[in-house]
């Protein structure tokens, strides 16, 4: 079967022979490795899974595994994600240019996922962390002729493997420390250990959770994947640098002292803050999605830190909150993340187009896609009735009752962490309002666009499964309460937690406060029937009108030009805080020849790049480029001048020596 598809940037049409058998393997195998990780880690989070060790399959070592119920949560997680990927990318991978390497690689992606927190020693967890870096780092360079892709896989590498080193030596030091390979044996270690080991987790894990200043992969990496391999990467691989934070530093080595909380705020709320505020003004759908992802794990380490300060300050209720909103956000922006990445991928399939300027009007060509991109932006917006919403109202709540007597520090950080969960959260309204109407709604802006088709059946499945999993998370959060209870009996900070009532009714444990989202969607739809019976009343006892078409300023018709751009969409909001964006804009006016007084076009331009890429990485790209350069200068190919950097060499360790 022969299949012409553009699944790229505009212009990159190609024609591909589809590989059916190829793909439903694929997906079938990921779908089973998916449906195999929730039943191990809902297992492993309400019971026991045995522990295992296979000697033979890596030589010396061995592989040990031992699933905590904080893994078995994780694993959890992780499976529910490849199921959805699982079922979509049957029909994706069918239109994809996809070959053998990249169908077989999709789930080894997933089992190595699933391996990480299965992981019961420090080698094992090593070889797992690696495995899954490697794979997916092919599956970015799939498209590797373009050269977005190779870019950013280059990216991805440099920053994976720098992060991996920091994992390697914290690891590595705090295995020496307690005498002991295996986690669950590690106890008594030294304060100062306990620190270094903290602050290289958090450059390393940090860096995968996509945590500033070691982000820059991310938006890019996650754009120029294929979409599966973003849904994956986005909404399950970067949970595992949260992962990796709890259960060294705030499980392992906690309850942490107060510093440990307020570092993990200040670098969550910035975080969270900054991708917000690149996805405001993201033109790019992808892009926009990957920093929408940088946004939600701010969040995470924020909600984390909040948790370790107020234990640390004796506020443990306030503390059990916020724990409980770090791993409820972990599972909503699960679910609605790899939808907003699925539907974009169903959008990117059959337009060739991310470019939000050049979409709109995708809703009549793509319904069930638009309700399904609409439902995952409402749960990255925070708002009511949305995925988000439930787990960051708990993130304020901790704040704001966290009253520990006679705590200068939790009286100064609390407001900040409450401020800027509000900032996020509104600017977070306006990228997904910028996304869904721009993108979806209105008059279409290309022809591309305007000739879109909707997505394949198998792909629907996929994204009706994750959208369920939004509105249940976000209607029905009580559904996780006994996973929550859980895993959190597990943790320092929450040991002590009692969710018995986050019910129907969610009542904060040990604090007064409730709400009810089942409540509100029940008051909604109520609403909803009421204006459209009113509505339909009014309309069978109006008087006949005259039909006429809308006003257009004086113009024949309604046009695509007379919409909002994403660009324009934005531009406010880029002039507000032109300061941090330092964007790139300009406008070219060309005039007719023969007068000076006549416009003939006006261009306006904008860019903004990564801010903190260019004033950071820049530097020591330069740097390390110019250092490069002086050794190749050295290496001039004569046979004595080498023969002189040997003696030379030994000269100097024989000095050492000495």
Avoid at 507 to 533: D, E, H, T
């Amino acid at each position: 079967m022969t299949t012409t598809f553009t699944d790229a940037p505009a212009g990159h049409s190609v024609t591909v022979r589809g590989n059916t058998i190829g793909a439903f393997t694929a997906g079938a195998v990921t779908t089973g490795l998916g449906v195999s990780g929730i039943v191990a880690g809902l297992t492993g989070v309400f019971g026991a899974l045995p522990r295992a060790r296979v000697d033979w399959l890596v030589p010396m070592i061995g592989v040990d595994l031992d699933v905590s119920r904080l893994g078995a949560f994780f694993i959890a997680l992780t499976g529910a994600v490849a199921v959805i990927v699982g079922i979509y990318s049957i029909g994706y991978a069918r239109r994809e240019q996809w070959g053998t390497v990249a169908l077989t690689t999709l789930p080894v992606f997933v089992g190595a996922m699933l391996l990480v927190p299965a992981a019961g020693s420090v080698t094992t967890f090593l070889l797992a962390w690696e495995l899954m870096a490697l794979s997916s780092f092919i599956l970015l360079a799939t498209d590797h002729r373009r050269s977005e892709v190779r870019c950013a896989a280059q990216y991805y590498a440099v920053m994976t493997q720098l992060g991996f080193v920091a994992i390697l030596l914290a690891l590595v030091v705090l295995a020496a420390a307690a005498g002991t390979n295996r986690f669950a044996d590690m106890a008594g270690i030294p304060d100062g250990v306990r620190t270094a080991v903290f602050v290289l987790t958090l450059l390393g894990f940090g860096s995968k959770a996509g945590l500033l200043p070691l982000h820059a992969w991310l938006p890019r990496a996650h754009p120029e994947a294929p979409s599966p391999a973003s849904a994956l990467m986005s909404a399950a691989m970067v949970n595992l640098g949260i992962y990796g934070l709890i259960r060294v530093d705030l499980q392992l080595l906690g309850p942490g002292p107060r510093w440990w909380g307020v570092a993990l705020l200040a670098v969550g709320a910035v975080t969270a803050l900054y991708g917000v505020l690149q996805a405001s003004v993201a033109a790019d759908l992808k892009r926009l999605l990957g920093f929408s992802t940088i946004e939600n794990m701010g969040l995470v380490t924020l909600a984390l830190g909040a948790a370790t300060l107020l234990s640390a300050a004796g506020a443990a209720a306030a503390a059990v909150i916020a724990m409980t909103a770090a791993l409820l956000h972990l599972a909503a922006h699960a679910a609605f993340k790899s939808l907003g990445f699925l539907a974009a991928g169903s959008v990117l399939l059959t337009t060739g187009l991310r470019d939000l300027d050049k979409l709109g009007g995708l809703a009549r060509k793509m319904p069930y896609t638009t309700a399904f991109f609409g439902i995952a932006a409402l749960g990255a917006s925070g708002l009511p009735l949305g995925a988000g919403f439930v787990s960051e109202w708990l993130l304020v709540q901790s704040l704001i009752h966290a009253r520990p007597e006679h705590n200068t520090v939790v009286g100064l950080v609390t407001p900040l962490g409450v401020g800027a969960v509000a900032l996020t959260t509104g600017l977070g309204v306006a990228a997904m309002v910028k996304a869904f109407g721009t993108g979806f709604l209105a008059r279409p802006r290309s022809e591309a666009a305007g000739h879109a088709s909707e997505a394949s059946p198998s792909m629907l499945a996929g994204m009706a499964v994750a959208a369920v999993g939004c509105v249940v998370v976000a209607v029905a959060p009580f559904v996780v309460t006994d996973t929550l209870q859980s895993v959190l009996d597990t943790l320092p900070a929450s040991r002590h937690a009692d969710l018995t009532g986050l019910g129907p009714m969610l009542r904060l444990p040990g604090i007064n406060g409730s709400i009810a989202p089942g409540l509100l969607a029940v008051a909604l739809a109520l609403a909803v029937l009421i204006v459209l019976a009113l509505a339909r009343w009014g309309s069978r006892h109006r008087p006949d009108s005259v039909r006429s078409p809308l006003w257009a300023c004086g113009a024949d018709e309604l046009s695509s030009r007379m919409e909002y751009t994403a660009t324009s969409f934005a531009q406010p909001l880029q002039r507000v805080f032109d300061d941090v964006l330092r964007p790139d804009t300009g406008i070219e006016v060309a005039h007719l020849e023969h007068t000076r007084y006549h416009v003939e076009k006006i261009a306006y331009h904008a860019e903004v790049s990564d801010a903190i890429e260019d004033h950071v990485y820049a530097p020591v790209l330069r740097t390390v480029a110019g250092f490069a350069q002086a050794v190749r200068s050295a290496h001039n190919g004569s046979v004595h001048l080498y023969l002189g950097y040997g003696a030379l060499g030994v000269l100097i360790v024989l000095i050492v020596a000495r």
